[in-house]
């Protein structure tokens, strides 16, 4: 805690009314667009609601539809491959060019600037940029592996493929955030330690494994953390690639979310999917909130 | 302890760097050089790194797809309110929160984080309808207002990490001349927060400019943004004008990658400073 933090934790200036005022337009913003309509999401997935119709109690119902639903299956298991994919592969790559470039380097500012690059473009460039490589039959890439009798990427037609083609364009738009996080870690991680194992004999692999990681697991907790919680989001690679298809084999369940609710109008079914969204990241982001609250109590 | 690193260790790390520089650099350095080509040099394999520029995607892209101009004036238009809105609301509530305690304080600091894991998908339900009744739809106020909501957490903890650096006697000398609270905030604590006011802006232009979900939701023509706009030019079933869309790509990218990289080592700071704390 910093000097300024410490004088205020002893600091008990009395909270007027407008400082409440000040805290109002950025609690105003969630409880308007976040808060408020995710209450209405757990309240509507228990009734039959479309357009054009009062919203009718039905309890469980749409809970147990969804349940009886493989399409919704379908979607929960592609989602639940596509995160844990995109959560490891990414956490391993992160971890290994934080750990390539620690330490001096020449050109490293430009090195780490290239890295941050796909962090800067939207998501549907970046589906351009991927088919533009692996376009069935004309990509550059594909053409390449025809050339070179390997097999290639049916993303188009085969859903796994579509899954993997949009988890590996997940993966590298996500992959700085992974990286600068641990990155930053391990710029924290004080020599004297390393230094101070290898002296008691230890290798530098055991040293990496025993110390290093150990000092950075916070941050890569937070980081496995984050990217759980976004990649349950997953949908615009999908969507831009086969919009779910062929056949609806490759939808994740924020896709499936989108078709019930714009397209069927399903809006009981939509909320309950979201439901279950919500609750898988609640769930892992459980330990994650409890930290944060006794540190939120404890005060900046 | 500085170790001499052997040459096949050096080998091998500049290998590595090159690979890990060609996957982040190389998609998007062919798509910006395609956009100088003539569409059947475009798919030519190996790809000519020699050519003769041409600016006939661009021209196409002027001449036959207005509403890709109009798109970009939109996302700049909803990136800069975006941006004004979320330091507004970020620095204010970023200030009380640094400053006071209160059991409401306590709470609601915690409340914003744990909004922050709710999938911000969900609430296209309910608030569709609501907005087609509200006659919101289609507006960049709407955008707006989402896109901050989505960030006002993040900015508030990371403004109130910087503004608790702030020592407090600054804020007590001002105070015993008779500053006062608005006078304090703008005079005293903002200019000493500049990188933390970077580092919010820069995430939240980043996403603003980039957001593809809820535009596509959102938004049927008045507020169409860029990234929405590229993505239909993907779906046209008359087959692809790549080099089109390669030259809007490109367009749509320069303008935040030159931020981006330009401001990186705010990201950091941004990224340390109570966004992702551990």
Redesign the interface.
Same mark, same amino acid.
Request: net charge positive.
């Given at each position: 805690m910093t000097e300024a933090g410490r004088r205020r934790a002893g600091d008990r200036r009395a909270v007027r009314w407008f400082h409440y005022a000040m805290t109002g337009p950025a609690l105003g913003l969630l409880l308007a667009f976040l808060v408020l309509p995710a209450v209405y999401v757990a309240w509507l997935s228990t009734t039959a609601s479309t357009y054009g119709q009062p919203a009718r109690f039905v309890g469980l119902d749409n809970y147990a539809h969804l349940a009886a639903d493989p399409i919704f299956w379908r979607a929960f298991w592609n989602t639940f491959f596509v995160v844990n994919g995109i959560v490891y592969v990414e956490l391993a790559l992160g971890l290994g060019l934080a750990v390539l470039l620690t330490g001096p380097m020449p050109f490293k500012a430009a090195i780490v600037a290239v890295i941050l690059d796909p962090s800067a473009t939207t998501e549907s460039s970046g589906i351009v940029m991927w088919r533009y490589m692996l376009e069935p039959d004309v990509g550059l890439v594909t053409q390449w592996m025809e050339h070179a009798g390997l097999p290639t990427l049916e993303w188009s037609t085969n859903p796994i493929a579509t899954l993997l083609l949009a988890s590996v364009i997940a993966v590298w738009h996500h992959l700085p955030f992974t990286f600068l996080i641990l990155y930053s870690a391990l710029t924290t991680v004080p020599q004297d330690v390393l230094e101070a194992a290898e002296i008691d004999g230890a290798s530098r692999w055991q040293a990496f494994w025993r110390v290093t990681l150990r000092l950075i697991m916070p941050a890569i907790l937070i980081a496995v953390l984050f990217r759980y919680i976004f990649a349950i989001r997953t949908f615009a690679e999908v969507w831009l690639l086969t919009e779910g298809g062929p056949a609806r084999l490759s939808e994740v369940l924020a896709i499936y979310l989108y078709r019930e609710t714009f397209k069927y109008h399903e809006f009981g079914m939509a909320s309950a999917t979201g439901f279950v969204m919500l609750a898988m990241s609640l769930v892992i982001a459980l330990p994650y909130l409890k930290q944060m609250y006794r540190e939120a109590a404890r005060g900046p | 302890?500085v170790r001499r690193p052997s040459p096949l260790e050096r080998t091998v790390?500049a290998l590595?760097?090159a690979l890990?520089?060609v996957?982040?650099?190389l998609?998007?350095l062919?798509?910006v050089l395609?956009s100088f080509k003539e569409a059947k040099q475009i798919?030519e394999?190996?790809?000519s790194l020699l050519f003769v520029p041409t600016l006939d995607n661009y021209a196409v892209l002027w001449r036959e797809k207005p509403e890709f101009l109009r798109a970009l004036g939109n996302s700049l238009a909803i990136a800069v309110g975006t941006l004004a809105?979320t330091l507004?609301?970020?620095t204010?509530?970023g200030?009380?929160?640094?400053?006071?305690?209160?059991r409401? *304080?306590?709470?609601?600091?915690?409340?914003?984080?744990?909004?922050?894991?709710?999938?911000?998908?969900?609430?296209? %339900? !309910? =608030?569709?309808?609501a907005l087609n009744a509200l006659r919101l739809n289609d507006t960049h106020v709407l955008l707006i207002? *989402?896109y901050?909501?989505?960030y006002?957490?993040l900015?508030?903890w990371i403004m109130?990490?910087f503004i608790?650096? %702030? !020592? =407090?006697e600054l804020e007590e000398a001002a105070a015993v001349d008779g500053a006062g609270?608005g006078t304090i905030l703008v005079r005293i604590v903002l200019p000493l927060v500049v990188p933390g006011l970077i580092a919010v802006g820069l995430f939240v232009v980043?996403f603003a400019?980039?957001?593809?979900?809820f535009a596509m939701?959102f938004t049927t023509r008045n507020a169409r943004t860029?990234?929405?706009v590229?993505?239909e030019m993907?779906?046209t079933v008359e087959g692809v004008q790549?080099g089109v869309?390669?030259a809007a790509?490109t367009v749509?990218?320069v303008p935040?990658?030159a931020?981006?990289?330009a401001l990186?080592r705010f990201?950091?700071a941004g990224?340390?400073a109570g966004a992702?704390?551990?």
């Open positions: - | 302890m790390r590595l760097v890990a520089l996957w982040s650099g998609p998007i062919l798509v395609s798919f394999v190996p790809p809105v507004a609301a970020s204010l509530a200030y009380v929160y640094a400053r006071l305690r209160s409401f *304080l306590d709470i609601s600091a915690f409340g914003m984080l744990a909004a922050r894991m709710l999938p911000p998908i969900i609430i296209t %339900v !309910p =608030l569709f309808p207002m *989402l901050a909501a989505f006002v957490s900015g508030t109130r990490s608790a650096q %702030v !020592p =407090l609270m980043v400019w980039n957001e593809y979900v939701i860029a990234p929405v590229i993505g993907l779906g790549w869309i390669f790509a749509q990218l935040v990658l931020l981006v990289v990186q990201l950091v990224l340390t992702v704390k551990a």
